[in-house]
């Protein structure tokens, strides 16, 4: 079957520090590759995607690329905030004969400390 | 905001009960989607209706059921609660039946004791 492995957590960061969460897949077939946030007490929040291979997603900052060769899609940010401070989720969403098929990771929190 | 409700917020009940979450997705979507994150299985896909119809199934317990109505809102409705039942239960939407990007909701946190 399809799953999603992410690094253990809590990762805490300085502010202005690098981040990468690491995420790698296993899927049958050509899967798209997204990455969620959860802010404390909401719901998940769309952050970035990628739909083929090599496809760099990126959005507030964040970025990762589609790498089919090491089955992976990195998480990575230059600088955090303290705002950045939430549950990212790397998911990936296979479609196939006009289904889909979802598979969350565990989710990485992330803690910025000022 | 996402434009996705769900209802109630909160929910406390026993054992052996049984209870109904409320979801309306977002104007305009027809899919609906339902997940469970709880601290020892992570975020678990349910199940997915799409115009009524349901349209995909993941790790849904048989003692859980959902169904779409006409003017599209959901409910997931779970019965003969388990202490291990106790999570966040997620409503997420979407336009199409197969689309890439889904809008959450806030959560409804059941906690049975």
């Known amino acids: 079957g399809n799953s999603v492995t992410q690094m253990e957590g809590p990762v805490t960061l300085s502010e202005e520090a690098f981040l990468t969460i690491n995420c790698t897949y296993t899927a049958t077939g050509y899967p798209s590759l997204f990455w969620y946030v959860q802010y404390p007490g909401e719901g998940l929040q769309l952050l970035l995607k990628a739909t083929k291979a090599d496809d760099k997603g990126s959005n507030k900052g964040f970025e990762a690329t589609y790498r089919k060769e090491t089955t992976s899609f990195h998480l990575e940010k230059g600088s955090v905030q303290v705002s950045d401070s939430a549950v990212y989720f790397c998911a990936l969403i296979l479609a196939s004969g006009g289904y889909q098929k979802v598979t969350f990771g565990t989710g990485t929190k992330l803690q910025v400390i000022p | 905001d996402s434009g996705v409700t769900q209802t109630p917020k909160h929910l406390i009940t026993a054992t052996g009960q049984r209870v109904t979450l409320r979801c309306s997705p977002r104007?305009?979507?027809?899919?609906v989607y339902w997940y469970q994150q709880s601290l020892d299985q992570g975020l678990q896909f349910l199940i997915q209706y799409y115009n009524g119809e349901e349209r995909a199934k993941g790790n849904i317990l048989e003692r859980f059921s959902a169904q779409q109505f006409p003017d599209l809102h959901s409910e997931l409705n779970l019965s003969s609660l388990e202490l291990g039942d106790s999570a966040l239960y997620f409503c997420a939407s979407s336009a199409g039946p197969v689309s890439y990007e889904q809008y959450f909701g806030p959560g409804t946190r059941l906690t049975v004791t």
């Open positions: 104007s305009g979507d027809l899919s």
